[in-house]
């Protein structure tokens, strides 16, 4: 069965620092895999998602994530935190394959000091 | 965002009494999913769409129904509320071969 595990469920940076917020997953069949963001008071909007091809994928904000099958995971990780990315990310994969049906990790909830 | 209104944004009642959640979207777009989200759980699937009168169950569906007669509104209902449902309730809407886009959340409190 599928599953998604976010490893951390509170990451502290400084701003400038690098952002790594690490996701791990199981899935019977070809994941899809994506990463959402979560702003306060907010609904989950989708930073970038990973579904066949080009295993290294960029998103908003300066975010990207590398698709790593061997290891499982499908990390997000930033160059440079800024005060605007303190949020709440969260790592999800389709039940089925495709686009439906998503499971949710936990979360992990990026805080940036200055 | 992405054309999605849930409705009421936050509401309080009392534990027996029916709820119901609404989330009206003008994409039309084919998917509709219920979701809750807790903390230490995040989101998790009550109920979802795959258009006008056909819906299906989530991992979390008990206590929980839907329903979907117009392309554009996915109704969650709470037929007897329960302490256990307090959460925050998201509805998003995908179309085929497309991610998923949420709505703005509904803050439900059962007391």
């Known amino acids: 069965a599928q599953s998604v595990t976010q490893l951390g469920s509170h990451v502290s940076v400084s701003e400038g620092a690098l952002v790594l917020l690490r996701c791990n997953y199981s899935s019977s069949v070809p994941p899809y895999l994506f990463w959402y963001v979560q702003y306060p008071n907010q609904g989950l909007q989708l930073l970038l998602k990973?579904?066949?091809?080009?295993?290294l994928v960029k998103g908003i904000n300066g975010f990207e994530a590398e698709f790593k099958k061997s290891e499982t995971s499908f990390h997000l990780t930033k160059p440079s935190a800024h005060m605007s990315d303190a949020a709440e990310y969260f790592c999800?994969?389709?039940?089925?394959?495709?686009?439906?049906?998503?499971?949710f990790g936990a979360g992990t909830r990026l805080a940036v000091h200055p | 965002d992405a054309g999605i209104t849930q409705s009421p944004r936050h509401k309080v009642t009392e534990t027996g009494t029916p709820v119901t959640l609404r989330c009206h979207q003008t994409e039309n777009h084919r998917y509709m999913y219920w979701y809750r989200q807790d903390p230490g759980h995040g989101l998790r699937l009550i109920h979802y769409?795959?258009?006008?009168?056909?819906?299906d169950k989530g991992e979390v569906s008990d206590g929980y129904s839907v329903s979907r007669s117009k392309t554009e509104d996915f109704l969650l209902t709470l037929e007897s509320a329960t302490n256990s449902q307090t959460s925050v309730y998201f509805c998003?809407?995908?179309?085929?071969?497309?991610?998923?886009?949420f709505g703005d959340g509904t803050r439900l409190s059962i007391l």
């Open positions: 990973y579904t066949t091809g080009a295993t």
């Open positions: 769409s795959y258009g006008v009168k056909d819906t």
């Open positions: 998003a809407i995908s179309d085929s071969n497309q991610p998923q886009h």
């Open positions: 999800a994969v389709t039940r089925e394959g495709g686009y439906n049906k998503l499971i």
